[in-house]
Each structure stands twice: as C-alpha cells, then as structure tokens.
C-alpha cells in the first residue's frame, strides 16, 4: 500500500451503500485506523451498513455536532478505494446523474467485499436419478450437467424453484462441497508460447508496450480489420504489462465472448485470466474481488461491471470490440463502458487500447481531434484475404413463398454443403416470428407491460416479450376475436430460418445461436468446440455469432435481412448495421479459404449496401460523419435524454411538463418534449421523456444538476437521466 497520509482521526465522512442517503459523518473510535476509501460498517437506526470513508471536500454537507457523531462499527480487512478510483467514481456519479452509493454498490459488487472468509457451501449433482421424477426435476438434471453453485444459484441455472433444488437435495441426487474464497492463483506468463508477428503487427505492438513502460494516459484506437491480429497485438501489450508486474483489465461486450478468449488466452499465456461478469457463482465472485484488489491477479477479463472493481495496480486497460453497442448500460447506472474506461485511464495514468473493426463515429471523431492515437492493422494475417460481399437484391433475386431465403443464397448454401464448408446465416432476432397476428380481425398479441409485440418462440412453445421478460404460453384462439386457427406468424425470427434451412437440407447439421441457446460461457464453449469439430454445418444466429469467433472452415456468411438495422432510423442506425454486417461478414474466409458473403437487402442501392459491397469502409464514415455535422448530431453536440416514468400516467405526464416547463433557458442549450419515450411502456410504467440537446462547449451536468435538485415530483414518479443516450 503506497499511502504516505496518516490515518483519519476523530471525524470520517462516510458514503452508505444506499441510494436514499446522502453521506453522513462517523466518529472513529481510538483504535481503528482508517483512511480515505476505507471500507467500514457504520451504524444506521438500528441497523448496520456498509460503505467507504470518503474525503470530505468531495461532498459538503452540514456538520453536525461532534458529540451526536456516532462511532463506526467496523473496519473491513481489505485495501482502502484508492484516490483514482474514488475521483473515477465521483466523475461517473455526477457525469450519469447517478448517486455515489449506485456506483459503488459496482466497485464493491454486491457484497464481495464484505464476505467473510467461510467457504460456501456448493452443490453438484451426482449421477443419482430420484425415484420420483417431476418435469421440474428432469429439466433441472438437464440444464445442471456439469454445473457447481449454491442452491440458489442452482435453480436460477436451471429455471427451477429453490423448492425443487432443495427436494433434489433431500432425494440425494446433489453432492456438496466447501469452495474456499481464497483459492491460490497461477500468475500468467509473459512468454509461455511467443508469436512471430508480421512487421504491421510489430509496429503497432510495439508503440503498445512502449505505452505501457511509460505508465501516462493515453487512449489508443486500435483500428484494424477482423482478422488482422488485434488480439495478438494487445497481447503483446498485456505481456509487458506482466513482467512490470501490473494490472490488466480486458473488457469484451458479451459474456458469450469470455470463454473463447480465456482459452485462447491460456494458448498464449499458459494459464487462464480472472473473468468477472454476470454469471459468476458467489464463491468465484468473492474470490476473484479480493485476489484483483491484493493484486493476486493479474489479468481480469470481463464485462462492463468490472470496470469499477478495485484493482491494486493497472496498468493497462483494453476494450475489445469497442464499438459494440452492448456497453451501454440501459439499467440502474446509465452509462458507457468505453467512455468510463478512458476516464479510468486519465485517473490511473495509463494507456487505453480500444480495439475493433469498425471503430464508433464517436472514437473515430476523438481520434481527428487529437485525443486519441491511431494505430492501424489494415490487412488480415497471412493469407487470408477478406471476403467478397456481395448484395442480393429481394425484389429480383425473389424467395419463394413462405421462404426467407433468396435462390442465389440457397444455391449458395448447397454448394458449400457439399464442399464440407461451414456457413452462417445472420438475423438479429431471437425466437420463430417477431410478431403473432389473428387473420380474422388484425389483433397483434402485445406485452402486457410494454409497447412490444410477443415474440413467438417455438422451441418452448411460448410467447415472450424481450422487454420485461413477461412469458405466456402459445394461444389457441385469438384473445381478441376468439377465433380458432387464425394466428399467424408474422415474419422471420432464428428459429424459423433454421427451420427453413432444415426443411431445404435434411442432411445438414444446424445449430441456433441466440441468448436463449448461448446463456453461458460454459455453453458458449460447446458451440466453439462443435464448430471447431466441424459437427455443425450451418449457423443461424444472432448479433452474438457476429463477434471474436474464428472459425477457419466458416466461408460463407448469409446475411437474411439487411434492412431492418435501418428502421425506427435513430440516430445510430445506419453506423450500427454498417457495423453488424462488417462484424458477420469477417466471419467468413478467416484462414487459407477464402470467404464469400450475401447481403440480403430491398434497398441494394443504400449508402450501406453500397459501401460494404465496395469495401469502402472509410467513404461511409465519411459520410455518415459528415450528415452528424450537419445535423449538429453528436459528437457534435451534446444529448441526454430525460425519462419521466409512473404507473400512473398522468401523474408522469405532469412531471414531465413540470421539468420541462422550468428548463433553463441558456444559449447552446435547447430542451425539446416532452413527447411519449420510444418504448411508450416499459415493465408497467408509462414512460415520458424530454431531450436535451448542447453544444460541445456548454456545461450539460452542472446546468442540468442545478436545474433537476430544485425540482420534486411524486414519490411513485421516476425521474431517471441518460446521458449520451444510444435508443431515442
Ligand atoms: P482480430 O483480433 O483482429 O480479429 P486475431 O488476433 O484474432 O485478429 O487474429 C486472427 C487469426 O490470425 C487468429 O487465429 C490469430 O491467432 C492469427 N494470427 C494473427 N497474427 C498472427 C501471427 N503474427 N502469427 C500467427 N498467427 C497469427
Ligand atoms: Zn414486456
């Protein structure tokens, strides 16, 4: 620990982990020594909470008399938050109108911190079959193969109540075990298994590890096509990062994403990272907190949430895919994983590395004003070339009826069917049909809770809402008209391409790769090995096959619809498909074989069509940067949306002229609305939404914070800021 101040004496400030409260003032009791970012458990009512010394300056509040302070309880045996990562949480809490208590629940991931050291006791099941056998019982000996967890985490797995683990448990199919939290870590090593790189390679690498020697800020955008060896690159990066026995923080935009890479990782560095992410059991959260914040671990591979975990030494930061639009966090704390990763960086005083294929407008931009570096990668490795796309246009090239798929794609498929090619077929949309239809009177069957169709998943005979999460089973008869036989799907999801696929090749081998079928690394390491086996033969998938994967004997990719990226034309809208149909096609012809792409589309003749057709990745940024300016769309401006939502919808429609009514009126800065938010009704509350649009120049937060503390509204209405916001 590099701390040269004395311990706080007397009088702490203390931030509570909770949201309601402000931070209030402790007496330190003479024995206890604390520091600023010390973890601790104070006294609140009659209750015990935890949360962390802060510096007082950071948050003024009124003092009270030293002899009502209350003394704190305790003192948590682990390292104090240090000053970098205290300002970075300050910065988010006021940047994203959040409060300091929501970032830090991040940084102390819900209890990690404060768990003791007792082992957890976990379960596994064991081979015994019950006698008695309920469908919740075979589903959860199905979904539990191979699985270790506390009971708890055993039924969310396998969808099943605790009731049902526990019966399992008295049945004798479960087998316990103590997992220790504090398990020894293996170090990686610099130079397990070295790769030659090509002299592009070497170039970029090496500015990297200069980076990370010289230990200053600096945000790199590593720019470089699928294929080319990014990951190499930053490797090399991470290498030196280890042997001047730092810190590495690798992001990747899906959980699906960390198990590819911790084995391509162990190829390189001879054993795996520490992964942080969602789908963590309990034990492996609590020991991997504690080993990244002594500084046992070395490299930490994860999603956005480890961004905020308190790392004893980093010395780099890499964010994979950086473009991806999944590191927008929509829930809870609002903000963006690859913005907040570079104010990590300004505060830790180290190099960045933002890594993608298409990089965002938005780094692109930063790049042009100076604040970030470019290094590019502009060719594949080796041999492999990148694919030739081409368009398929849906008004000559016509499906037949009841088909998705153009002839010229179909032949397509056949013929590498019979060559013992891989290919893929990409729709961004989960389930059989995005949309369930009576023919009788027109009724579409809606959420309950939302403005969205039910989709209609077939391989569990149900209806969801992709929203909320609200299920129902497959009606017979319209809910409306009561007509039997008359619902329709409408529209092509996964499920149903693939049925197509399996209608047209008997003989293939198909696989559905979508959340719903990837909800795990452990599962997304199948859908790896089968590939990799060549036990599958054609993929239908989601944005999630579009990204990481490298899969040689994959050569033809079948994009089904070009268009529906381009609806709702939000600002984001043509970058995004751009994007998604530049990420799909690198799937394809990654090694010695070369690879071919269709592009299903209605519109061949639009701007994005045309640039991926042509390869000409840099004219449609152009572009597309140009029409931001002209819109003084960011990164021109500034935005950030104001979302007013109730149960009652007159009680949010009030507030939200309320706000709006009392906005400031400044030069450079406009509020528009309020207007009904894009999805009207979200999980019951109806949803209302202001827009606030700034120049570059104008001080959005201190405007808005000034502007929004002086305001109240109802108890049951929320009043939630998106800053930068990605759906309006
Ligand atoms: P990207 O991250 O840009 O998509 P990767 O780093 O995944 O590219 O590289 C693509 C493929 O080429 C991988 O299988 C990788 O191992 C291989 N590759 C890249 N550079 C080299 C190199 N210098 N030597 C050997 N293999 C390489
Ligand atoms: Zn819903």
């Given at each position: 620990?590099?701390r040269v ?13 909770n949201a309601a409260?402000?931070?209030l ?5 003479e024995?206890m020594?604390?520091?600023h970012g010390s973890?601790?458990?104070a006294p ?10 802060w510096?007082a ?6 003092e009270i ?12 045996e682990?390292p ?15 940047y994203?109108f ?5 970032v830090l629940r991040?940084?102390l991931s819900s209890?990690?911190?404060?768990a003791?050291n007792?082992p ?7 081979g015994n079959?019950?006698?008695r056998?309920?469908?919740?019982r075979?589903?959860?000996l ?6 270790q967890?506390?009971i708890s ?17 008295k049945a004798?199919a479960?087998?316990s075990s103590q997992?220790?939290?504090f398990?020894d ?13 090509s002299?592009?390679?070497?170039q970029?690498?090496?500015k ?6 010289d230990?200053?800020f600096?945000?790199?955008l590593l ?10 690159v930053y490797f090399?990066a991470?290498?030196?990062?280890l042997?001047?026995d730092?810190?590495?923080l690798?992001?990747?935009?899906e959980?699906a ?13 001879g ?5 942080w992410?969602s789908g963590?059991?309990q034990?492996d959260r609590k020991r991997?907190?504690h080993?990244l ?8 591979v994860?999603?956005r949430?480890?961004?905020?975990l308190?790392?004893k030494?980093?010395?780099?930061i890499?964010v994979d895919?950086?473009h991806?639009?999944?590191?927008k966090q929509?829930?809870g704390v ?9 104010m ?9 590395v933002?890594?993608s294929a ?7 931009h930063?790049?042009?004003?100076g ?9 594949r490795?080796g041999?492999?070339t ?8 849906l008004?000559?090239?016509i499906?037949e009826?009841?088909?998705?798929l ?10 590498n ?5 891989q290919s ?7 389930g059989f049909?995005p949309?369930?239809?009576c023919?009788t009177?027109?009724?579409r069957?809606?959420?309950p809770?939302?403005t969205a169709?039910?989709?209609e998943?077939?391989l569990?005979k ?6 909320c999460g ?5 009606p017979?008869?319209?809910p409306?008209c009561?007509?039997?036989d ?6 092509p999801?996964v499920e149903?391409?693939c ?20 909800w795990?690394p452990a599962?997304?390491?199948?859908f790896?090995?089968?590939m990799?086996?060549?036990a599958?033969?054609?993929v239908?998938?989601?944005?999630l ?14 994009v089904?619809?070009?268009d529906?990226g381009?609806?709702g034309?939000?600002?984001r809208?043509?970058e995004?498909s ?15 074989k ?8 209605r ?7 045309q640039?991926l ?6 004219g449609f940024?152009n ?11 960011p990164p021109?401006?500034r935005?950030a949306a104001?979302?007013i939502?109730s149960e ?6 009030e507030t ?7 906005a ?5 800065f406009a509020v ?5 938010a894009?999805?009207a009704?979200l999980?019951?509350r109806h949803r209302?939404?202001l827009?606030?649009h ?7 937060q201190?405007?808005m914070?000034q502007?929004l503390e ?6 049951a209405v929320?009043?939630?800021v998106?800053v ?5």
């Amino acid at each position: 620990m590099n701390r040269v101040d004395a311990p706080i004496r007397n009088r702490v400030r203390v931030v509570l982990l909770n949201a309601a409260l402000g931070p209030l003032d402790y007496r330190v009791p003479e024995d206890m020594d604390v520091f600023h970012g010390s973890i601790v458990m104070a006294p609140l009512g009659p209750r015990k909470m935890p949360g962390v010394v802060w510096d007082a300056d950071s948050f003024p509040v009124d003092e009270i008399d030293a002899k009502k302070l209350r003394p704190l309880l305790e003192l948590r045996e682990v390292p104090p938050l240090s000053a970098p990562l205290r300002k970075l949480i300050e910065w988010v809490a006021r940047y994203y109108f959040a409060s300091p208590a929501s970032v830090l629940r991040m940084v102390l991931s819900s209890g990690a911190a404060f768990a003791d050291n007792r082992p957890i006791t976990e379960y596994r099941l064991n081979g015994n079959i019950p006698k008695r056998m309920t469908p919740q019982r075979e589903q959860a000996l199905e979904k539990l193969a191979g699985v270790q967890g506390t009971i708890s985490e055993l039924a969310f797995k396998a969808d099943v109540s605790i009731a049902v683990m526990r019966g399992l448990e008295k049945a004798g199919a479960l087998d316990s075990s103590q997992a220790s939290p504090f398990a020894d870590i293996t170090r990686p090593d610099p130079d397990f298994a070295k790769v030659d790189l090509s002299d592009d390679q070497k170039q970029v690498s090496e500015k990297l590890v200069h980076a990370v020697q010289d230990s200053v800020f600096q945000p790199y955008l590593l720019d470089g096509v699928t294929g080319s060896g990014k990951t190499e690159v930053y490797f090399e990066a991470v290498a030196e990062a280890l042997r001047q026995d730092k810190q590495t923080l690798v992001l990747l935009p899906e959980i699906a994403l960390t198990e590819p890479f911790l084995d391509r990782f162990k190829a390189r560095f001879g054993t795996e990272p520490i992964a942080w992410h969602s789908g963590l059991k309990q034990s492996d959260r609590k020991r991997n907190w504690h080993a990244l914040a002594d500084g046992d671990a070395r490299v930490i591979v994860g999603a956005r949430s480890a961004l905020f975990l308190p790392y004893k030494n980093l010395g780099l930061i890499i964010v994979d895919e950086a473009h991806e639009v999944s590191f927008k966090q929509e829930d809870g704390v609002r903000y963006h994983a690859r913005d907040v990763a570079v104010m990590r960086g300004l505060h830790e005083k180290i190099p960045i590395v933002l890594a993608s294929a298409t990089p965002a407008i938005e780094s692109r931009h930063q790049v042009e004003q100076g604040n970030y570096e470019l290094l590019e990668l502009p060719a594949r490795f080796g041999a492999a070339t990148l694919p030739e796309i081409e368009a398929l246009d849906l008004t000559q090239d016509i499906p037949e009826r009841g088909s998705w798929l153009a002839p010229t794609l179909i032949n397509a498929l056949e013929e590498n069917l019979a060559k013992g090619e891989q290919s893929l077929l990409f729709l961004n949309r989960r389930g059989f049909a995005p949309l369930t239809l009576c023919r009788t009177c027109g009724h579409r069957i809606n959420c309950p809770n939302c403005t969205a169709w039910m989709v209609e998943h077939r391989l569990t005979k149900r209806l969801a809402c992709h929203h909320c999460g609200h299920v129902m089973p497959q009606p017979e008869k319209c809910p409306e008209c009561g007509d039997e036989d008359s619902l329709v799907a409408c529209g092509p999801g996964v499920e149903r391409i693939c049925d197509e696929v399996q209608m047209l090749f008997p003989q293939a081998r198909t696989a559905i790769v979508t959340s719903d079928t990837i909800w795990s690394p452990a599962k997304a390491g199948e859908f790896v090995a089968q590939m990799e086996a060549g036990a599958i033969d054609i993929v239908v998938g989601t944005q999630l096959v579009t990204k990481g994967y490298h899969f040689p004997n994959l050569t033809l990719v079948g994009v089904v619809d070009a268009d529906i990226g381009l609806e709702g034309g939000d600002l984001r809208a043509a970058e995004r498909s751009f994007q998604q149909i530049a990420q799909v096609a690198g799937r394809a012809g990654r090694a010695d074989k070369p690879g071919h792409v269709y592009v299903q589309t209605r519109m061949p003749s639009a701007p994005v069509i045309q640039a991926l057709i042509k390869g000409d990745r840099d004219g449609f940024y152009n572009a597309e940067t140009e029409s931001r300016r002209a819109a003084a769309a960011p990164p021109f401006s500034r935005l950030a949306a104001i979302i007013i939502s109730s149960e009652d919808n007159a009680e949010a429609i009030e507030t939200a002229r309320l706000i709006g009514q009392t906005a400031p009126k400044l030069d450079g800065f406009a509020v528009y609305g309020p207007a009904p938010a894009p999805l009207a009704m979200l999980r019951g509350r109806h949803r209302h939404r202001l827009l606030v649009h700034a120049h570059r120049s104008v001080e959005l937060q201190a405007i808005m914070h000034q502007w929004l503390e002086k305001l109240e509204w109802p108890r049951a209405v929320r009043v939630g800021v998106d800053v930068d916001p990605y759906s309006f």
